[in-house]
């Protein structure tokens, strides 16, 4: 058999259009009505407009060969905006447009989802060992905590968003938005937690940080570290994304130098005597939410629990006790599980008087827009006595 020339390529593999019952999620979209919808509601998000992004989506939503395409965070965030309108406070409108720069359709992207990737795999200790190589981009792309800080911040894809995508009416909506974009990967401790207020420690400096507590700490304890990127906003700060708890020697790495974040997360991920696990950098997209640090999962189990206690107030909350070491962080919970879609619009269908008088003893304590809608719940019972 002869041999191939050194530089002759080797035989192009099949194209998998070519057996349709073999073919990807991915390429059945490039067919169907939903790929150029997908980016008509990228263009639409991307001007601002809420209203024709989910008129687009309700036109075509439905199913593909059973697969469900428009992501439910997404759909989750437009509800959000539309349903809570003026409510939606600026820095949500920030995150509104990270998640629209994550998405990185455009074709001058191509480079940084690829260098991203290959980042994040880094860190994890290569391919997983389980999965193809399309599966594996897939789940990175998706849920991998380091490959959205890479792509966003070390690579530029937020400021590229800015710069060529994003109209004028969405930057004008956001907080301080183009001072995101410089910001550093920061190490710190939590020291401790109010229920409107976190308190951070700089481990290397001892500066003392205060955020907004939209749940942020659930996932860690006083005295833990974490890694994230801390923006300021109107009247304050937060992270810019729900941070990633860490091994204390990776925040103080990161905290004396912050540039070399990955390189800390990889030597100290690698090592043969960490846990599988300790440093989650796998998370679901649906983590990444706009109004709240806290993963869905854990919302909708506290609520339960909290209703439940409610409901039979001589029973021991023995849920609500595992679910919470710090009572500071149930206003949190409470404030994320109110603005979700379907609550806002269970809500707005009516309130009992002894429900109203409930959520009337946590307005002080939960931020915004949870703070508004209780109120507003509270003047719409009044107006309708």
């Not at 008087?353 to 703070?371: D, R, S």
Request: proline share 7%; net charge negative; glycine share 8%.
């Amino acid at each position: 058999m002869p041999k191939r020339k050194k530089h002759e390529r080797s035989p192009r593999p099949r194209n998998r259009f070519g057996d349709p019952r073999r073919r990807s999620f991915a390429e059945k979209v490039v067919d169907s009505p939903y790929w150029p919808a997908m980016f008509a509601v990228n263009e639409a998000e991307a001007r601002g407009d809420v209203k024709a992004a989910l008129g687009i989506i309700q036109r075509t939503t439905g199913q593909l060969d059973k697969e469900q395409f428009w992501h439910p965070s997404r759909l989750e965030r437009l509800d959000q905006m539309w349903l809570l309108g003026a409510l939606v406070p600026r820095w949500a409108h920030s995150r509104w447009l990270l998640a629209q720069a994550l998405q990185g359709t455009h074709p001058r992207n191509k480079w940084r989802m690829a260098k991203a990737i290959n980042r994040a795999l880094d860190v994890r200790g290569g391919p997983h060992p389980d999965r193809d190589r399309e599966d594996d981009r897939i789940q990175i792309l998706d849920r991998d905590w380091v490959y959205r800080q890479t792509f966003l911040y070390d690579l530029g894809g937020l400021e590229a968003f800015l710069r060529h995508d994003a109209s004028g009416d969405l930057i004008a909506g956001t907080d301080r938005i183009w001072e995101w974009v410089r910001a550093p990967m920061r190490g710190v401790r939590l020291l401790g937690r109010e229920p409107r207020h976190l308190l951070w420690e700089d481990p290397a400096t001892g500066e003392r940080l205060t955020t907004i507590n939209i749940g942020a700490g659930l996932l860690v304890d006083d005295g833990e570290c974490v890694i994230g990127r801390i923006v300021p906003i109107d009247g304050g700060s937060m992270f810019e994304t729900a941070p990633l708890r860490v091994p204390e020697e990776v925040a103080y790495a990161v905290a004396d130098e912050p540039e070399r974040w990955i390189d800390a997360l990889r030597d100290v991920s690698g090592r043969p005597d960490r846990e599988p696990g300790e440093i989650w950098t796998h998370r679901g997209l649906r983590d990444y939410a706009l109004l709240t640090d806290i993963p869905y999962g854990l919302v909708d189990l506290a609520m339960d629990a909290g209703l439940h206690a409610f409901r039979h107030p001589d029973e021991e909350a023995d849920d609500l006790d595992e679910l919470f070491d710090h009572p500071s962080d149930y206003p949190a919970c409470l404030a994320a599980w109110l603005v979700r879609p379907a609550t806002i619009r269970a809500l707005r269908g009516g309130v009992p008087l002894e429900g109203l008088a409930a959520l009337g003893g946590f307005a002080e304590f939960v931020h915004e827009p949870a703070t508004s809608l209780i109120r507003d719940l509270a003047d719409h019972h009044q107006e309708a006595a």
